[in-house]
C-alpha cells in the first residue's frame, strides 16, 4: 500500500505486505530529514534518517529515499507488522543547519490489517 | 538513565490562569525544543533553544514563553491560558554531535483550558 501524504493521511494494509508512506518537504535547502513514529499516547520515536547528499537509505525492515528535485521523501517498510501501526511524520531540518529546529510534516496513519 | 522527563502528564487549567510545563534532560544535550500536537496534526515547533541562555522562537511561539538558564531543564509557560492552547506538549532534546539531529522525546502533557 501506498500513501501521498496530505491527500491521504490514513494508508491501510494487510499484515505481511509492503508499506510506503510519503512525504512532501517545504524547503528545498533543508538538508537533513527524519522519520518518526508515533504511537497513541505517546512522544514520536526516531525510525531512520538521511541526510541531502544521500538518495536513499536503508535500515532493518525500513528504507528511506529522497528525490530532491521534486522535495519527496517516503519511507518504505518491508513486511509490514501489526506493531507498525501507528502514525508516521517525517521532519526536515531547514537553514541555517545545525540548531536542533526540525520542521514536521502533518503525519500518515498506518493500519496494518491481520 | 531518565532521558527527557516532562511534567505534569495531565493538566486542566482555566482560563487566564498561567502554569509552566516542566522538562529535564539528563543526556548533556545542548539542544532543546518544545512542540504543541493538535489533533490529526503533526507536531509544531513552539521555541527552542541552542544552549544555556539562548532561546529562540520556532513556528507558534504566540503565548509562550520559555527560558532556558541549565543545559538540563527547559521549562515552558503559559502566562495566561487560552482554550487554543488546549493540546498536548512535548519536549525535546537534540543530540546534534556529528551531522545529524537525534531528537529524544518525552512523553508528553495533555493540556486542556476550559
Known amino acids: 500500500g501506498e500513501s501521498v501524504g496530505l491527500h491521504l493521511p490514513t494508508l491501510s494494509v494487510q499484515e505481511g505486505d509492503n508499506s510506503i508512506i510519503n512525504c512532501a518537504y517545504s524547503?528545498?535547502?533543508?538538508?537533513?530529514f527524519i522519520w518518526y513514529k508515533q504511537e497513541s499516547g505517546k512522544g514520536p520515536q526516531f525510525i531512520i534518517d538521511?541526510?541531502?547528499?544521500?538518495d536513499k537509505r536503508q535500515g532493518q525492515r525500513v528504507t528511506v529515499l529522497l528525490n530532491k528535485t521534486v522535495k519527496h521523501l517516503s519511507l518504505q517498510i518491508a513486511a509490514t507488522q501489526p506493531g507498525d501501526s501507528a502514525v508516521y511524520f517525517c521532519?526536515?531540518?531547514?537553514?541555517?543547519?545545525?540548531?536542533?529546529?526540525?520542521?514536521f510534516g502533518q503525519g500518515t496513519t498506518l493500519q496494518v490489517k491481520p | 538513565n531518565a532521558g527527557v522527563t516532562q511534567t505534569p502528564k495531565f493538566q486542566v487549567l482555566k482560563t487566564g490562569q498561567s502554569m509552566t510545563l516542566q522538562c529535564a534532560q539528563d543526556m548533556n544535550h545542548e539542544y532543546m525544543s518544545w512542540y504543541r500536537q493538535d489533533p490529526g496534526m503533526g507536531l509544531r515547533l513552539i521555541h527552542y533553544s541552542v544552549g544555556a541562555g539562548i532561546t529562540d522562537q520556532g513556528e507558534v511561539p504566540n503565548g509562550y514563553n520559555v527560558s532556558r538558564s541549565t543545559t538540563e531543564d527547559f521549562p515552558l509557560r503559559l502566562l495566561s491560558a487560552a482554550p487554543s492552547q488546549t493540546s498536548v506538549y512535548f519536549c525535546a532534546s537534540i543530540d546534534a554531535r556529528g551531522s545529524g539531529n537525534t531528537i529524544y522525546f518525552g512523553e508528553g502533557s495533555w493540556l486542556t483550558v476550559v
Open positions: 521532519a526536515e531540518r531547514p537553514p541555517p543547519g545545525n540548531t536542533g529546529k526540525l520542521i
Open positions: 538521511i541526510r541531502s547528499n544521500m
Open positions: 524547503n528545498s535547502a533543508s538538508d537533513y
